[in-house]
Every structure is written in C-alpha cells, then in structure tokens.
C-alpha cells in the first residue's frame, strides 16, 4: 500500500550496511526531501558527532561504501548528506498499481489492535462556537480521520459541561428572565436564541447579589443530586448543543459520542476521586477547600495548588475531569485532547494528580492558538462576537459570487450546491494548514483563492481529473511505464508515491498541517502535468495517461477526505 517503503527499506539496508563497513554504530533518519534534490537524503549531522568526523567527510565515506541494489540506481554526498535516486520506472510501476488496485484506499494502513479516544470541540454549551475556538473541532476531525486512516480504531468525544456556574446560570436565565428583557437572535438557531438569556443573566449575577445565590443553590443542589436542576440544566444544554452540533455539521465535524459531566456526579465517581485526593500525602485543607500541593512535579510559584472541592463541598471543573480521564482510560488504550494554549496549565495539574492517585497513564494533549480575524472584518455590529455561523455564511457567499464568475451553464440551485461545498472547504483547509501551536491570523484572499494554496485549488484539480476520465469514456488500466517518461509525468508519480507517507505523518506524529501542503504539491503537479502534455487524443500514451489521471484523482479524493473537504467532480 505504501509504494515507497520497499525503496526507504533498501536505503536504510544499504547504509546500515555501510555503516558496519566503516566501524560505526548509530540512529539515523531517512528524509524525503523536495523532488528536484533527491529521492531519499540521509543527514550525517548525528554520525559525524559519534564518528568524531565532520558531516561532509563522513557523508563522503558512507556514500562510498554503499551498494546500491536493483532498487537503487544512484548515491552521492553532497554538504553532510548522503542521497539517493530510486529506479524511477520500479517506482512509478509499484506507485500506478497500487493505486489503479485499491482506488479510494490508498493510503490506508491494516487494522491496529489500539483504541484511540481523541476528545475535541468540548466547548462550554452557553452560546454558539465562537471563531476562536473553531480550530479546535477541525483540528481534532481531521487528526481523528488520519488516525483512522493509519489503521486506528478511534471514538470522537465531545466532553458536555452541563455541571459548572455558567451552565447552570444559562439554564437559571432561560427560567427567569422575561423574553422581553432579551435581545432578539440574529438567526433562527437554539445557541444564537439561547445566547441572550446567558448575556443576560451575566448582567443581573453582577449587578443583584441575589441572582448569584440563586445560582450557587442551584450548584449545591446539583452536586447533591437533585433531579428537579439536573433536569431543568440538561433540557437547556440539550437545546444549546442542536445548535452546535449544527454549526460542526455545516463544516463536516461530526462527534461518535457525547459524554456529559454531570454522569461523574450521578455515578458517585467525582465524589469517589475526592476521597482519594483526600487520602493522599499531597492534600492540604484552606478555609473547607481542599487542594493538592503540586510543587514536588516540577510546577512552581502560584501554579502549585490543584484545588479540587470549594469551600462549599463542591466540586470543580477540574475534579470532573478527573474521573472523566478515568472513565475515559477504561475505554481506550490511548488518550488524545484537543485543547485552547491556554489549557497547558491544566493539564499538567490533571497528569501530576492521575500519577498521585497511581495511574501511570496520561493524555496526549495536541494544543492550538486561537484563530483571530482581521480588525473589524464581518463584524455586524460594533464588538460582537464572530461566530462560527457568521464565518460559515460568509465563506459560501463569497464562493457562491466566485461560482456565477465561472458557471453560467448551470442552476442557480447546482451553484450553490458547488459554493458550500467550497465555502466549508475554504473553512477547514485554511485553519489546518497552519501548524495548531501558531497564531493563525483568517484571510479571505488566501482561503478562496482558486489558483493558490487553498481548498478551491485542490478540489478543482479533482474536478478536472473527473472531467477528464468523463470524457474517455473507457481506456485499458493496464500501463506500461516506460511511456511516460515526460519530466512532468515522473515527478507527478514521484508527488503521488508519497501520500501514503504523509498520512502517517499527518496521524501518527500528529502533524495535520501536513496534509494540506501535500494537497497543494499534487494538485500543482497535476496541472504541470496536463498542461505539459496532452491526455486525450495521445495515441499510444493516451492509456496511460489516462492511468496517471485515474490515479491522480483517488488519490486527491482520499486526501480531501482525510481534510475533511468535500470532492467536487465539477467545479
């Protein structure tokens, strides 16, 4: 499945090899680097220290005592790397069968033995998804469909926070406040109509005392069980999460399950996970609240204090978590959170008291920046919020204007079928493409522009293959390589062997930001290459060619799914 790995195999035999030849012992890694260098590259950098050799002397000495194999037709060195060039028509052959055989599975590996539960969006239920936090469900959907694609069996969860203050004063709000004394919604959706009783309530908690007693009975009363506010909390909540389960959907995030926190309440495991907090050497008593003294982990300063019940007897955010982690570990081999920057803190807390109540597991946490909007872009009213819905409508506005630019030939109903597709495409493929630790600052121009790194660019190279095979009508899958030995049709097998690479790198070393780059290198090789050489009416090449478009095209339609972005056969 992966054309490529018997060619990194051999590399790695020949160097080993190698490597024994001269005396030495040591890790090494084998790159991929662009086409137009070499096919593999290995650094000498970490040999030459061991070596006590400086790289290129090393290099040099190492490709000198290489065997190259039937696989491998060259090896030099060049500035502390050792490069190799693969027998290109053994790799373009391997690349076009494998690909022609499996079709939309390429780039799937067998099935692994390994649970992955990976928690994402778990956004607080009090309004709708705002654009800050809309990396999140992204980042978290396509990591999740890469892991799948690695051979993965993974749950998606969404972690409901039905249990804290500002849940529980939205649902306070939704019971007392007049419709009269809320602003009306700008868009007939439960979040958006529920968010002005949540505003609402904020601005009577701060200026009547009494407004935040009520809501602190309403906390006890929770935690003590009382079926009459879990009920009345859980009926708001559920309206809010239609209206967020709806904006995911519009950008193609759908979660396997949602988990709420109040069951780790009801279950008695929260109050479980206290008493044994309680009855560790780190526990420490202030005022009623208890709290753990974290300093011996390596957390400093103010940081030190993990507080897990109030004053009051409650419980925090934080204690919940806890046993949701425990709930999650007996379901799962592995964790994977998705989580704000600004969560880091946290989740140090969270490992250093799993480890002081003897689980010697802990998540892996994949952390992003927020995404942030130019000033003042599609804001409709001095310092509103942009939500998630307002980027949505306006990415397929924009693309719906660029649709009538180049589709007259079709229903207004079609076209607009075509602009959400792009407009959620534009969306996902612009914020993934960023690396999650950087700050990504949303720009139109570069998320809708056809002819750049954007979803646009590659959907309508998708497009374009499909229009091409449309036209063939028929051709014989069976290709003789040696018929294409244009630089264009070697280059875009060579971009075409690596994605299977990619995906395990998109997936297992969590590098998601990865998949767009490739999406953007294929779909350009593929334009070089159709407007390199002509496909239909080839005469002897045209089968092949055709092969190298049929490849082409499962092969951009497997990588717009593992974005998450849909795959137009017409743009």
């Known amino acids: 499945m992966d054309p490529m790995e018997p060619f990194r195999a ?50 040099e000495e190492i490709s000198s005592a290489v065997i190259l194999g039937e696989r491998l037709e060259k090896v030099w060195a060049d500035r502390g790397y050792v490069n190799f060039l693969v027998n290109r028509n053994m790799l373009c052959q391997q690349t076009l069968d494998a690909i022609i055989e499996v079709k939309e599975d390429y780039g799937r590996s067998e099935a692994k033995s390994v649970k992955i539960l990976l928690e994402h969006t778990s956004v607080n239920p009090t309004g709708p998804i705002h654009v800050g936090r809309a990396r999140n469900p992204l980042i978290g959907d396509t990591l999740a469909r890469c892991l799948r694609l690695c051979g ?85 909540t559920e309206l809010m999460l239609q209206g967020i389960r709806s904006s995911l959907e519009d950008v193609n995030v759908r979660l396997d399950r949602y988990t709420w926190e109040s069951q780790f309440i009801i279950d008695g495991s929260s109050k479980e996970v206290v008493d044994r907090l309680k009855a560790t050497a780190y526990c420490r008593e202030e005022d009623g609240a208890f ?26 955010y934080t204690t919940r978590d806890l046993a949701y982690h425990l709930n999650k570990f007996s379901r799962a081999d592995r964790l994977i959170n998705v989580l704000g920057e600004d969560q880091k803190l946290g989740m140090t807390h969270l490992a250093a008291a799993l480890k002081i109540m003897g689980v010697e597991k802990s ?3 994949v952390f992003y920046a927020f995404v942030a909007l130019p000033e003042g872009r599609m804001s409709t009213r001095k310092g509103r919020v942009v939500y998630l819905d307002d980027l949505i409508d306006e990415a397929e506005d924009r693309a719906m204007e660029e649709v009538r630019k180049r589709r007259t030939d079709i229903s207004e109903e079609r076209m607009f079928q075509i602009a959400r597709q792009i407009g959620a495409g534009a969306i996902r493929y612009n914020i993934i493409r960023v690396q999650p630790e950087k700050q990504l600052v ?5 998320a809708l522009n056809f002819e750049g790194n954007s979803a646009p660019f590659v959907q309508y190279a998708h497009a374009r293959a499909c229009s091409i095979l449309r036209k063939a009508e028929s051709y014989r899958p069976e290709v003789d390589v040696r018929q294409l030995e244009h630089e ?17 790198e998109a997936g297992e070393r969590r590098k998601i930001h990865a998949l767009p780059a490739y999406g953007h290198e294929l779909a350009s090789a593929f334009n070089q290459f159709y407007q390199s050489v002509p496909v239909l009416k080839s005469g002897e090449h045209q089968d092949a060619r055709l092969c190298l478009v049929e490849a082409t095209m499962w092969t951009l339609r497997s990588a717009l799914g593992a974005m998450g972005i849909a795959a137009p056969e017409e743009m």
């Open 10 to 59: 051999d590399v790695r035999s020949a160097v080993d090899a190698a490597l024994v030849s001269l005396g030495l012992s040591a890790e090494y890694e084998v790159e991929v680097p662009p086409v137009e260098l070499s096919d593999f590259a290995v650094p000498c950098f970490p040999l030459a220290k061991k070596a006590r050799k400086a790289p290129v002397q090393i290099a």
């Open 152 to 236: 993965y069996e993974v749950m998606t969860e969404y972690l409901v926070n039905d249990v804290g203050k500002q849940v529980v004063l939205l649902a306070w709000g939704v019971a007392n406040i007049p419709d009269s004394e809320v602003k009306p919604a700008d868009r007939d959706k439960a979040d958006h109509r529920l968010v002005g009783y949540y505003q609402r309530a904020n601005e009577l908690m701060e200026s009547d005392p009494n407004v935040g007693e009520q809501v602190a009975s309403m906390l006890v009363r929770f935690e003590a069980g009382d079926r009459d506010v879990i009920e009345q909390v859980a009926e708001t």
């Open 291 to 316: 709290y753990l003294e974290l300093e011996e982990f390596g957390i400093h300063g103010k940081n030190t204090r993990f507080t897990f019940t109030r004053r009051d007897g409650t419980t925090l």
């Open 363 to 365: 998540p892996e946490c």
């Open 442 to 446: 949303f720009q139109w121009e570069d």
């Open 488 to 504: 264009s049709e070697r280059k875009l097998i060579r971009v075409l062997s690596l994605y299977p690479s990619i995906i395990k």
